[in-house]
């Protein structure tokens, strides 16, 4: 497959590492390292799919221009729109010319969350019960010093899109809405700490924070027949899947744990996987506009409770 990545930061870099020999062109207005300044600028013969690493605000209008040309496209989340019918024009775009539209998030393929998915399919833990999950890192300041990065409900379409991507690829769509329990601004302008949730017939208790100095995420678990702990990524490893099997009436659990130290696998896997999915025109829009819409919720309830 001939791929353009569209953007040279950070994450572009990545991708084009990834993708290697099958790109065909790098793109952005800023850095003079990039073939073209424009994404019209490419010759539509020369590509056949996109890899969008741009900024939050010209992600819509460069999706419309690839989906319209039949060209697929991998987007780095959040996929943010002000009308939910803009990413409903998406997805009626690229069903009707068969192209992929998907969404990167590449945290569904860290190994732990794979065989968290495969261990909750099992049945083995009974009813669920309640989910913690946390995800910090430390880029306050960086987020500070950047006035696209720190506008806007910051922090939360940033980390909180991974978590509720995360809530979706384990559990599906909760029924019951979301509601914020806490948003600060402790050193920037936009919100930099917020813990938000779900209390449905599963509870789901979220927070995000670019204060966390060491990068971590953890995820528990709890439910009828014991619980399951995710202990960071393998990014920031070691990172460690736990089992706990619950003693009844009471008594320290049986427990099985599982420890990875390697390099990051998943921006490899999924690249894979989307190439994967281009073969039949697959996407994964319908996620992004259940997220955008519980994200958009969200943030006028921080900034609501916050004035």
Same mark, same amino acid.
């Given at each position: 497959?001939?791929?353009?990545?569209?953007?040279?930061?950070?994450?572009?870099?990545?991708?084009?590492?990834?993708?290697?020999?099958?790109?065909?062109?790098?793109?952005?207005?800023?850095?003079?390292?990039?073939?073209?300044?424009?994404?019209?600028?490419?010759?539509?013969?020369?590509?056949?799919?996109?890899?969008?690493?741009?900024?939050? %605000?010209?992600?819509?209008?460069?999706?419309?221009?690839?989906?319209?040309?039949?060209?697929? $496209?991998?987007?780095?989340?959040?996929?943010?729109?002000?009308?939910?019918?803009?990413?409903?024009?998406?997805?009626?775009?690229?069903?009707?010319?068969?192209?992929?539209?998907?969404? $990167?998030?590449?945290?569904?393929?860290?190994?732990?969350?794979?065989?968290?998915?495969?261990?909750?399919?099992?049945?083995?833990?009974?009813?669920?019960?309640?989910?913690?999950?946390?995800?910090?890192?430390?880029?306050?300041?960086?987020?500070?010093?950047?006035?696209?990065?720190?506008?806007?409900?910051?922090?939360?379409?940033?980390?909180?899109?991974?978590?509720?991507?995360?809530?979706? &690829?384990? &559990?599906?769509?909760?029924?019951?809405?979301?509601?914020?329990?806490?948003?600060?601004?402790?050193?920037?302008?936009?919100?930099?700490?917020?813990?938000?949730?779900?209390?449905?017939?599963?509870?789901?208790?979220?927070?995000?924070?670019?204060?966390?100095?060491?990068?971590? &995420?953890? $995820?528990?678990?709890?439910?009828?027949?014991?619980? %399951?702990?995710?202990?960071?990524?393998?990014?920031?490893?070691?990172?460690?899947?736990?089992?706990?099997?619950?003693?009844?009436?009471?008594?320290?659990?049986?427990?099985?744990?599982?420890?990875?130290?390697?390099?990051?696998?998943?921006?490899?896997?999924?690249?894979?996987?989307?190439?994967?999915?281009?073969?039949?025109? $697959?996407?994964?829009?319908?996620?992004?506009?259940?997220?955008?819409?519980?994200?958009?919720?969200?943030?006028?309830?921080?900034?609501?409770?916050?004035?």
């Amino acid at each position: 497959m001939r791929v353009v990545v569209v953007g040279m930061g950070v994450q572009g870099h990545k991708r084009a590492a990834v993708a290697g020999q099958e790109v065909v062109g790098t793109v952005d207005a800023f850095k003079p390292d990039a073939q073209y300044k424009r994404l019209e600028d490419v010759s539509l013969s020369s590509y056949d799919a996109a890899l969008l690493c741009t900024p939050d %605000a010209p992600k819509i209008e460069l999706l419309s221009y690839l989906l319209s040309h039949s060209k697929h $496209a991998l987007v780095e989340k959040p996929l943010l729109a002000d009308r939910s019918s803009d990413l409903e024009r998406l997805l009626e775009l690229a069903q009707r010319n068969h192209v992929t539209c998907y969404t $990167a998030y590449n945290h569904r393929f860290e190994p732990h969350f794979m065989r968290m998915k495969e261990h909750l399919a099992s049945g083995r833990m009974g009813k669920l019960y309640c989910v913690r999950m946390f995800y910090g890192n430390g880029t306050a300041r960086l987020v500070r010093d950047s006035d696209w990065r720190d506008s806007g409900a910051g922090v939360l379409p940033d980390l909180g899109s991974h978590l509720l991507d995360a809530s979706l &690829f384990w &559990f599906g769509k909760p029924r019951a809405p979301f509601r914020i329990f806490s948003a600060s601004r402790f050193e920037n302008r936009s919100f930099d700490h917020l813990a938000f949730g779900s209390n449905g017939e599963l509870v789901l208790q979220m927070e995000i924070t670019l204060l966390s100095w060491r990068n971590h &995420f953890y $995820a528990d678990i709890l439910a009828e027949r014991g619980s %399951a702990h995710i202990y960071s990524l393998c990014k920031w490893g070691p990172s460690t899947f736990t089992v706990r099997d619950r003693k009844l009436p009471s008594g320290r659990p049986d427990e099985d744990s599982i420890t990875l130290v390697r390099p990051d696998p998943t921006w490899e896997m999924e690249y894979k996987h989307f190439k994967k999915l281009c073969e039949t025109g $697959a996407g994964n829009l319908e996620n992004d506009i259940w997220i955008n819409g519980v994200l958009a919720d969200l943030g006028r309830q921080a900034v609501e409770g916050s004035v």
